[in-house]
């Protein structure tokens, strides 16, 4: 059995790699391949999510155990295989490669083929270029503010339906209150 993963990032618009790996195999493996599909070094802290249908974290696969304090459960890329955690097509991964900022990729099992096994995890599929590995990281929280600021504009505008909203029209909503 072979599982095919679909790997795309927010930040690059037409990047994808699709990685062909056997279930059997450790998360490291996954892990390993997604790095070399990109042209990653190996030497950064790096975790797995198995994530719900809202990308909503749950499980935890750790390169290491830090001690974690978390809610979710923590296994070990070294230790777990991957079917152990993944059984569905669609199913959802959040594979975080920089620890720092939380830059991640999004993964989703597209296909389980049966009938097949591979010795190695394969790329199959390598369209558009990988973000950067490593970001300034003030260039980084200027970008998240950014995003931040307008996404607050665009929230603002859609609550209240235009830019000319008067928060008198509303009153202090103490009016009718009676005190006793």
Not at 29 to 36: K, N, P, S, T, V
Not at 137 to 157: C, G, P, V
């Amino acid at each position: 059995m072979v599982y095919r993963f679909k790997i795309i990032s927010e930040e690059a618009e037409n990047f994808c790699r699709e990685i062909e790996i056997s279930p059997d195999m450790e998360f490291i493996a996954l892990r390993d391949a997604i790095l070399d599909s990109v042209g990653y070094s190996k030497d950064e802290i790096n975790t797995f999510y198995i994530c719900d249908d809202d990308w909503r974290r749950h499980d935890e696969v750790a390169i290491e155990d830090f001690g974690s304090n978390s809610d979710t459960d923590l296994y070990l890329m070294d230790q777990t295989a991957i079917y152990e955690l993944v059984q569905d097509e669609g199913q959802h991964i959040e594979f975080i490669y920089d620890g720092l900022t939380e830059r991640s990729f999004f993964l989703e099992l597209k296909e389980i083929i049966t009938g097949r096994t591979l010795d190695k995890p394969v790329c199959t599929v390598k369209t558009g270029k990988a973000p950067a590995q490593h970001v300034d990281i003030d260039e980084f929280e200027e970008s998240i503010k950014k995003k931040a600021d307008d996404l607050s504009r665009e929230l603002d505008i859609d609550f209240y339906g235009d830019t000319d909203f008067d928060e008198e029209e509303l009153g202090d909503g103490f009016d009718d209150l009676e005190i006793s």
